[in-house]
T-cell receptor, first 110, second 114 residues
């Protein structure tokens, strides 16, 4: 049973618009969540994180929202840029473990 | 550049063979993680070491084993290789042991089993 799910394998948006990537989790023990971005032929790189004591964390164009009751988090990118085109992984953490989703491929069209 | 190095970048071998993948963590990081990414799949956590000790185990096959050495570099050994073992293998490192530290990923080793 997959504990972290990214139900949209791909997302395409126009440059300048908002990109919203979603992630759902099932394990209520997860209390820290991270987003990673991955370009082809490279390893994932850390993007932004959020603790379960918060419901929002913002870093420049990137904002992560957490809805604990729904066990759902989302990553908002505003405005989207062509350089944001990549695979985005959601990860959920509990003490001693991290579980990754399968990723969403974001394509930002010029 | 994440500071995590992995060798080799590419590895082509035959079924039934054994290979060793190597990872050097970022300076100062004590945790090393191994992940497998098969074609169009997500990152499957295999195993974590912290300061030389096994810390967590994921979906790692019995044919696979790993260790972390006193200088903190790690090796992932894959034996009796099957076609389905063809994948990208990533190593990551972090400062601490828990899931609350961001992980820094290496560029990966692409393993092709023919």
């Amino acid at each position: 049973d997959q504990q972290v799910k990214q139900n949209s394998p791909s997302l395409s948006v126009q440059e300048g618009r908002i990109s919203i990537l979603n992630c759902d989790y099932t394990n209520s023990m997860f209390d820290y969540f991270l987003w990673y971005k991955k370009y082809p032929a490279e390893g994932p790189t850390f993007l932004i994180s959020i603790s379960s004591i918060k419901d929002k964390n913002e870093d420049g164009r990137f904002t992560v929202f957490l809805n604990k009751s729904a066990k759902h988090l989302s990553l908002h990118i505003v405005p989207s840029q062509p350089g944001d085109s990549a695979v985005y992984f959601c990860a959920a953490s509990a003490p001693g473990e991290s579980t990754f989703g399968d990723g969403t491929t974001l394509t930002v069209k010029p | 550049d994440s500071g995590v190095t992995q060798t080799p970048k590419h590895l082509i071998t035959a079924t039934g063979q054994r290979v060793t993948l190597r990872c050097s963590p970022r300076s100062g990081d004590l945790s090393v993680y191994w992940y497998q990414q098969s074609l169009d799949q997500g990152l499957q956590f295999l195993i974590q070491y912290y300061n030389g000790e096994e810390r967590a185990k994921g979906n790692i096959l019995e044919r696979f084993s790993a260790q972390q050495f006193p200088d903190l570099h790690s090796e992932l050994n894959l034996s009796s290789l099957e076609l389905g073992d063809s994948a990208l293998y990533f190593c990551a490192s972090s400062r601490g042991t828990g899931g609350y530290n961001e992980q820094f990923f290496g560029p990966g080793t692409r393993l092709t089993v023919l």
